[in-house]
């Protein structure tokens, strides 16, 4: 017994009708329009909101864009110190010597802010070998510019007011850490920086008299 030739026909036909919303759905993807697609979940992508120079009724102002406060201080909080909150000095030239007193307390804040902003990919000892870049490594993506080693003849020769304005601006694929370290904890950073560089290359002058011999 075999099926009537008119249901063989509706079944052909609901399965050609069934691809349709496939077929549709994968031209959408592939095609580019001016506009952007169906939207049927708005999420927050469309909101009411005041744009820079435009203008608004609610100030009495009529404008959009606040004026500062009276009494707004800059970010840093510290003006008219560029040796201390640029690392430079008034000609533009990276200060050579620390701008604060160095002492071990310093040292330790140092270490301490090092350890969570800098190691995750300079790693602890500050050869570039962190967690993020032995991730980096691992996943072998081909972008990832790894870390310098802070022990590169470079930078160790570095003035420490270029690390200061390395963590504060970035360098080339670095970020800049500035808005996330304050200054005090900017150059509690370049000491410690200076004090790991000095303990992967420290001059024979650097340990005591007894000891020198028993190194050699
Ligand atoms: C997200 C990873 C990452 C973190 C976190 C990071 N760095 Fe870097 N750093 C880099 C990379 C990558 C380079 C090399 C950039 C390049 O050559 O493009 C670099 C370069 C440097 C250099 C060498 C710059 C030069 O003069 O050549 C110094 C110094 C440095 N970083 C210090 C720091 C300090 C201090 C911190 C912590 C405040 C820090 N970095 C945090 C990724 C990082």
């Known amino acids: 017994m075999s099926m009537p030739r008119w249901i063989k026909f509706a079944l052909a036909a609901l399965v050609a009708f069934s691809l349709v919303p496939l077929v549709v759905a994968y031209r959408y993807r592939q095609v580019k329009k001016p506009r952007p697609r169906l939207h049927l979940v708005f999420d927050m992508d469309a909101q009411a909101k005041l744009r820079s120079q435009q203008e608004s009724a609610l100030f009495a102002d009529g404008r959009a864009m606040r ?15 560029p040796e201390l ?43 570039g070998q962190g967690p993020v870049a032995r991730r980096a490594d691992e996943l072998q993506e081909g972008t990832w510019v790894p870390p310098s080693s802070l022990h590169d003849k470079p930078v160790r020769e570095r003035p420490v ?56």
């Open 85 to 127: 909150t640029e690392g430079r000095r008034p000609d533009g030239s990276f200060v050579e010597s620390f701008p604060v007193p160095v002492d071990l307390e310093l040292l330790a804040r140092g270490r301490d802010r090092f350890n969570i902003y800098c190691a995750p990919c300079h790693g602890w000892d500050g050869y």
């Open 161 to 216: 007011g270029q690390i200061y304005n390395t963590i504060r601006n970035g360098i080339r694929n670095m970020p800049a850490y500035g808005p996330q370290i304050p200054v005090h904890d900017r150059w509690a950073i370049v000491a410690y920086v200076r004090a790991l560089q000095r303990s992967q290359n420290a001059p024979l002058e650097d340990v005591p008299e007894p000891q020198r011999s028993s190194l050699r």
């Open 67 to 81: 004026p500062a406060i009276e009494g707004t201080v800059p970010r840093e909080r510290i003006v008219g110190r």
